[in-house]
């Protein structure tokens, strides 16, 4: 059993949400504890911890916004002050982890997500609580903790309770990239599900990864001997080098699963180009669906997103 005492728990925070952070505190019943991060006129971060951190749990409460270069090097700053300020254990409370959608390989790129996780555990963090990763699999870069929350029993009660006739709905992935959390929520609310492919799809998969990168040698049929009548039937040419990879060609975007006269809810992790959801939304409205609803956890609408959405046939975003 845990004998650490509020007491020795110490909340602080950065500039990306000071209410969340406020709101925690409040609801602990304890005190923000006295970190003040700002900025210099060349940019630079500085961090000053006004309150004694040794020996004590501090919960640094960070989450990524549209700034998300100044939240991770505030987190990073903040973790290193408190590693040096001898603090017995620090624990990064990040609801949306920045740079979580770069979590693959491309095309003479780098996983983004591992380089910020050895700078997450370099820093001095020692658990990591965060929600709905755009990939579970990100919990295997970090060399400590990590409590990948879930925002489902939240949406789904949403759902349930906000969704006048729900039961007459379908739950709808955008691309198949979204097709298995998609499923979950299907399976849960017993409803039907409905997946929308085709040239407007932003899966991950399809993007240029370097696999196929090796260019087709020219001029590199080989010469064979003359082979006899006899032979000709026995024997196949086999080419030599690397073969040239077919291009890829979408078919027309199109949705499988029934959405005429039915209430549409696409399902995602996290919202931030609308462009797909607003193809998509078109794409549900000519195929009969009545109303079309947006759930998601993360909410970044980045640009121009607030518009997009208003001005498109999307009824409600939550």
Same mark, same amino acid.
């Given at each position: 059993? /845990?004998?650490?005492?509020?007491? *020795? %728990?110490? !909340? @602080?925070?950065?500039?990306?949400?000071?209410?969340?952070? #406020?709101?925690?505190?409040?609801?602990?019943?304890?005190?923000?504890?006295?970190?003040?991060?700002?900025?210099?006129?060349?940019?630079?971060?500085?961090?000053?911890?006004? /309150?004694?951190?040794?020996?004590? *749990? %501090?919960? !640094? @409460?960070?989450?990524?916004?549209?700034?998300?270069?100044? #939240?991770?090097?505030?987190?990073?700053?903040?973790?290193?002050?408190?590693?040096?300020?001898?603090?017995?254990?620090?624990?990064?409370?990040?609801?949306?982890?920045?740079?979580?959608?770069?979590?693959?390989?491309?095309?003479?790129?780098?996983?983004?997500?591992?380089?910020?996780?050895?700078?997450?555990?370099?820093?001095?963090?020692?658990?990591?609580?965060?929600?709905?990763?755009?990939?579970?699999?990100?919990?295997?870069?970090?060399?400590?903790?990590?409590?990948?929350?879930?925002?489902?029993?939240?949406?789904?009660?949403?759902?349930?309770?906000?969704?006048?006739?729900?039961?007459?709905?379908?739950?709808?992935?955008?691309?198949?990239?979204?097709?298995?959390?998609?499923?979950?929520?299907?399976?849960?609310?017993?409803?039907?599900?409905?997946?929308?492919?085709?040239?407007?799809?932003?899966?991950?998969?399809?993007?240029?990864?370097?696999?196929?990168?090796?260019?087709?040698?020219?001029?590199?049929?080989?010469?064979?001997?003359?082979?006899?009548?006899?032979?000709?039937?026995?024997?196949?040419?086999?080419?030599?080098?690397?073969?040239?990879?077919?291009?890829?060609?979408?078919?027309?975007?199109?949705?499988?699963?029934?959405?005429?006269?039915?209430?549409?809810?696409?399902?995602?992790?996290?919202?931030?180009?609308?462009?797909?959801?607003?193809?998509?939304?078109?794409?549900?409205?000519?195929?009969?669906?009545?109303?079309?609803?947006?759930?998601?956890?993360?909410?970044?609408?980045?640009?121009?997103?607030?518009?997009?959405?208003?001005?498109?046939?999307?009824?409600?975003?939550?």
């Amino acid at each position: 059993m /845990d004998n650490t005492s509020t007491s *020795d %728990i110490v !909340i @602080i925070n950065g500039n990306s949400h000071p209410d969340l952070a #406020n709101m925690v505190a409040e609801r602990m019943g304890l005190k923000n504890g006295g970190c003040s991060v700002f900025h210099k006129s060349n940019r630079e971060t500085i961090v000053e911890i006004s /309150d004694s951190v040794r020996g004590k *749990d %501090i919960y !640094i @409460i960070q989450t990524g916004t549209k700034d998300a270069n100044n #939240n991770i090097m505030e987190l990073l700053i903040m973790a290193y002050a408190c590693k040096t300020s001898s603090a017995r254990s620090i624990v990064g409370v990040i609801p949306y982890l920045p740079y979580s959608k770069q979590c693959k390989m491309r095309k003479r790129g780098c996983i983004v997500s591992k380089l910020l996780a050895k700078m997450m555990c370099t820093s001095g963090l020692t658990h990591i609580i965060t929600m709905d990763l755009h990939q579970k699999e990100i919990q295997g870069f970090f060399d400590i903790p990590v409590d990948n929350l879930r925002a489902s029993p939240f949406l789904l009660q949403y759902i349930q309770e906000s969704i006048p006739e729900y039961r007459n709905s379908v739950i709808v992935a955008r691309n198949p990239g979204v097709a298995k959390k998609a499923n979950s929520y299907a399976e849960r609310l017993r409803l039907g599900l409905a997946v929308i492919h085709g040239e407007q799809k932003e899966a991950e998969s399809d993007e240029v990864d370097g696999r196929y990168s090796p260019p087709p040698t020219r001029n590199s049929t080989p010469q064979h001997a003359p082979i006899s009548s006899s032979s000709r039937q026995r024997t196949t040419s086999v080419s030599v080098g690397v073969p040239e990879h077919p291009v890829k060609v979408k078919p027309p975007l199109t949705i499988v699963g029934d959405v005429n006269g039915r209430i549409a809810i696409m399902v995602d992790d996290l919202i931030d180009d609308v462009q797909s959801f607003v193809a998509a939304a078109e794409m549900l409205k000519e195929n009969g669906a009545c109303k079309i609803y947006v759930l998601a956890t993360h909410g970044l609408l980045s640009s121009d997103a607030p518009r997009l959405l208003d001005e498109s046939c999307i009824d409600e975003v939550c």
